[in-house]
Each structure stands twice: as structure tokens, then as C-alpha cells.
């Protein structure tokens, strides 16, 4: 039985354990929290593989921001990691062989692999939280684009510069609506400029009319990128994970998106793992890679 160590890293904490090939975790999942330094991120994977060289056949990173076609480097990174982190020779950190991948496409793999998009050849896995990402599937494959850095979901939804992409700096942009952060927005533009996402949230439990209103703006435009990304890749599945995945109503999203859609009809789902399948997709990815090699 092929076993990785696998490492999820992110701006405020980093959580590894070590996978099989059925993608079931071995041990406790630690979590720690990222080191203020590339260095310090350097020092903490390096000695953590070392300790456990013996019983591994390689070490899984999954990452936020771009990672190149070979799963070798960081080409492009998020402002909440530490300044130098993609210089980082990952390669070196193990003796045994090492795969990076960006965070969405690793959990995007996870869910084509052994969750909700299991069975289907084309497939969009979404992440909606503070951001949006996307991990793409297309005939089985996971697209990874010239420089590796495909599924951005940073596309004009909107116009008339309503809003500033947190992401990227241009004006009404996809995730600067069908983010969490977006539904922030929403809250203050309905609830006032002291309401928040949570607001939003725990006023639809309780029938509030400007929650609602909220929220369904919201939705509306999660709506117009499932169309828009259904159009483009004719997936079976999308698939949605994140925080705010829980709160999307599934039936009345998926009804609207396919009456609108030019392709065939896509199923709507919610995605089986949670906050572990960057580790999970990360561990699959080198599993298939060392597979193929033998």
C-alpha cells in the first residue's frame, strides 16, 4: 500500500498526515500555524518529512497559488504567505519523490477521485469561501492550462464597476460576487454598513426580508458562473465546496442554472470532503504519478 505524507499549507495554518492510496488518513492531523518566513515554511516541511522518511513513499503539498505543469514550484502565490515563498526548492525538502499542486485543483481531484464527482469524466469543483477557486476536470484530466495556473475564476459576471476584485483589482469580477466576501458586500448594501455574511446567514433562519434579499443576489450570481462554466466545459458535475457551499440551495440553483445552459444538463452537488481535501487530492495526485513510473 503506497502512503505520503501530505501537507495543506495556507496563510494561517498548515495541516499534514499521512494518506493512502484509498485516500484514508493514517494518523492525527496536526495543524500548525504558518511560519512568518519562507524559511520557517522551508524548516517545518523539511524537518517533518525527515521524521518520517521510513515510513513514506513521497510527500504531497497542496498549495495556495500557482503551481507549474511539473508540480515542482510555486510560480505565482497569495499575499498571506510569507514574501519568498515561491522561490521555494520543494524537490529538496525529501529524498523521496515530492508533488505540489494549487489547493483548489488538489480538493477538485479529491472529489473526482473519491467524492461527489466519482464516476464522471468532466467535472468543475468550485470553492466558495473567502475567495472563489476551481479545480477543472475535463476527460478525466485535470486542466492545468499553459503555466498551470487554469481555473482562475477571476471573469467579468457584472458591469458599470460595482465592485473591486479583492483578487485580482478589476471591477465586478466572479469572485467579487460569489465569494463570501461578496456576500459581506451584500450585507452591508441590505443590512446596513455594520452587517455581515453571518448576519445574512442567520437572518434567513429567521425570515428576515433584507437578509433575503442578500442572499438571493448572492445566489443569483453563483448562478450566472455555474451557466457561464457549464457553457464553456459541459461538465456532468459541479461541484461545490467551501464554507459557503453549505448554504446553497441546491435544487432552486441547479433548476435556474440548467434552464439557461446551451450544453446538457449538469448534476449540482456538494462536495463530500471538507477542509481536508487539498491533502486528500494532493496524496491521490503523487500516488497516480508514482503508479505510472513502476
Not at 81 to 90: A, M, R
Not at 211 to 231: C, E, V
Not at 277 to 292: E, P, Q, S, T
Request: aromatic content about 8%; some cysteine.
Amino acid at each position: 500500500m503506497t502512503k505520503v505524507l501530505s501537507f495543506d499549507i495556507g496563510g494561517t495554518k498548515i495541516a499534514y498526515a499521512m494518506i493512502d492510496e484509498g485516500g484514508n488518513f493514517l494518523n492525527e492531523i496536526i495543524k500548525v500555524s504558518t511560519p512568518k518566513t519562507a524559511a520557517g515554511v522551508v524548516e517545518l516541511l523539511k524537518t517533518t518529512a525527515k521524521g518520517l522518511e521510513d515510513k513514506i513513499d513521497g510527500v504531497a503539498i497542496s498549495t495556495a497559488g500557482a503551481v507549474d505543469q511539473e508540480g515542482t514550484r510555486i510560480t505565482s502565490y497569495t499575499g498571506n504567505l510569507p514574501e519568498g515563498y515561491n522561490q521555494t526548492d520543494f524537490v529538496a525538502l525529501s529524498t523521496k519523490p515530492v508533488l505540489v499542486e494549487n489547493d483548489a485543483n488538489s480538493a477538485g481531484w479529491a472529489e473526482f477521485s473519491l467524492g461527489a464527482a466519482k464516476g464522471c469524466r468532466n467535472a468543475v469543483i468550485l470553492t466558495l469561501g473567502t475567495g472563489v477557486g476551481a479545480g477543472i476536470i475535463v476527460d478525466g484530466h485535470l486542466l492545468k492550462g499553459k503555466s498551470g495556473a487554469a481555473g482562475e475564476m477571476h471573469f467579468p459576471i457584472d458591469s458599470g464597476n460595482k465592485r473591486i476584485c479583492n483578487g485580482c483589482g478589476q471591477p465586478d469580477c466572479f469572485e467579487s460576487f460569489a465569494s463570501g466576501t461578496g456576500l459581506n458586500t451584500n450585507a452591508h448594501e441590505y443590512m446596513g454598513a455594520e452587517a455581515t455574511s453571518y448576519d445574512v446567514i442567520r437572518g434567513l433562519r429567521e425570515s428576515d426580508h433584507q437578509a433575503r434579499a442578500a442572499f438571493d443576489k448572492w445566489q443569483d450570481y453563483l448562478t450566472k458562473g455555474l451557466i457561464m462554466l457549464a457553457n464553456i466545459f459541459d461538465p456532468e458535475v459541479i461541484v461545490l465546496s467551501g464554507s459557503m457551499a453549505k448554504f446553497v440551495e441546491y435544487d432552486k440553483v441547479s433548476t435556474a442554472a440548467n434552464a439557461k445552459i446551451l450544453t446538457q444538463p449538469f448534476v449540482l452537488k456538494e462536495a463530500v470532503f471538507e477542509n481536508n481535501a487539498g491533502m486528500i487530492g494532493a496524496a491521490l495526485l503523487l500516488i497516480d504519478k508514482l503508479k505510472h513510473k513502476s
